[in-house]
Nanobody
Framework: QVQLVASGGGSVQAGGSLRLTCTAS????????VGWFRQAPGKGREGVAR????????DFADSVRGRFTISQDNSQMTVYLPMDSLKPEDTAMYYC????????????????????WGPGTQVTVSS
């Protein structure tokens, strides 16, 4: 049974930092794209960052580039999303998702190809 669990959310003031963690069980993160998505109240889900775990290629949304990073720990089946310089507009429910993907190929930015999703973790940034 595949399970993805996102954790690490919380409430911070603008300018603060958080690190989200996506932990997988029953799924080989070593040959996948893992993406972080977020959904703010009243808005659609948007892609934030993604990593091809075979080769480490990363991509970021323009809104978070330079502030967020994404990294992996294959031995622990974990992908991290360190978030710095947080802004109130980063407030959202954050989800991690995964899909089997070829090595070195850019990960899909949209949510449709991602077949495995975990429950979200809430990030709230106050001004």
């Amino acid at each position: 049974q595949v399970q993805l669990v996102a954790s690490g959310g919380g409430s911070v003031q603008a300018g603060g930092s958080l690190r989200l963690t996506c932990t997988a069980s029953g799924y080989p993160l070593t040959s996948s794209c893992v993406g972080w998505f977020r959904q703010a109240p009243g808005k659609g889900r948007e892609g934030v960052a993604r990593i091809n775990t075979r080769g480490g290629r990363t991509d970021f949304a323009d809104s978070v580039r330079g502030r967020f990073t994404i990294s992996q720990d294959n031995s622990q089946m974990t992908v991290y999303l360190p978030m710095d310089s947080l802004k109130p507009e980063d407030t959202a429910m954050y989800y991690c998702a995964a899909v089997a993907w070829a090595s070195g190929v850019r990960c899909p930015p949209d949510e449709a190809p991602y077949g495995y999703w975990g429950p979200g973790t809430q990030v709230t940034v106050s001004s």
